[in-house]
């Protein structure tokens, strides 16, 4: 339910936002609201699945010195060059009801966590109407007990390979990044450690050290009809060589995470 109520209210601003954005050369915009599903692992590494369907505020925003969509989120322009341009990036992880996961059951919950940090974006090259760059986000990691009352608990970075065609075939645009992922120490304890009070005997004490966190391939579609937009991404993790995998939380070495949205645009000045 908090989940849904975040998204009311993120619609309603968008809506005062799209009526307050003037429809300048500089600005390219897209508004509208949308209802998404999404099923993702607990955690990665978790055998247990989360489901989700909610409303959600659907932006395309190109401004000079702020850039918002479904591709990569929320981003800051902090430099851009002919190449090279530096941003602010955003992620999330979903929190966790230890007593609804069996292999947590006992141990402290895990929180709504937001990643935020500045990425460098290199245009490797284009061909066709493919675009190929490379990434480096590196992220402050802060874990949200309540609001707003964040934790720090520590660094990620997931440097990657980008491929945006835009559109590709009968309209559809495709998106493919893939690269590996890196945690510090108090990163991976977070999500994969055992404190000594909460071991039992399947469950032995377990200390996370820092380092390679596994692979991560993200491929995304989406398609605009008219007023309507449809979209949809796979999201997969392979955590089978990373340094937590002897975590006795790891349940398994991968994640599969699904979506598939779909939006109503009712104001735009983008020629898509």
Known sequence: MAAVRTSGLACGAILAVANSVQA???????????ISGLRTPQ????????????PFPYIDYRGPFLEVDRQDGIRGR??????????????????VDSDENDARRGMPDLDFTLGVGPQLDTTLGWYEN????????????FAFDSLPSPEYIGLTANPALDMYCAPLVAGVRVGLRGG??????????????????????????????????????????SRRFGNWWLGGFLLYDDISDAVFADSPLVVQSYGTTIGAAIAWIFKSNIDY
């Open 24 to 34: 300048e050369s500089e600005h390219k915009f897209a508004f509208g609201l949308g």
């Open 43 to 54: 955690y990665i590494g978790s055998n247990q699945n989360s489901e989700f369907y909610i």
């Open 78 to 95: 902090l430099f851009d060059g002919t190449r090279n341009a530096l941003k602010l990036s955003l992620d999330i992880t979903i929190p």
């Open 130 to 141: 493919c675009r190929f760059s490379f990434r480096l986000p590196l992220r402050a990691r």
């Open 180 to 221: 590996p992922v890196f945690a510090d120490a108090s990163t991976v304890d977070y999500f994969y450690g055992v404190e000594p009070q909460y071991a039992t005997l399947n469950r032995p004490p377990y200390k996370g050290q820092g380092g390679f966190a596994g692979w991560r391939v993200r491929t995304t579609a």
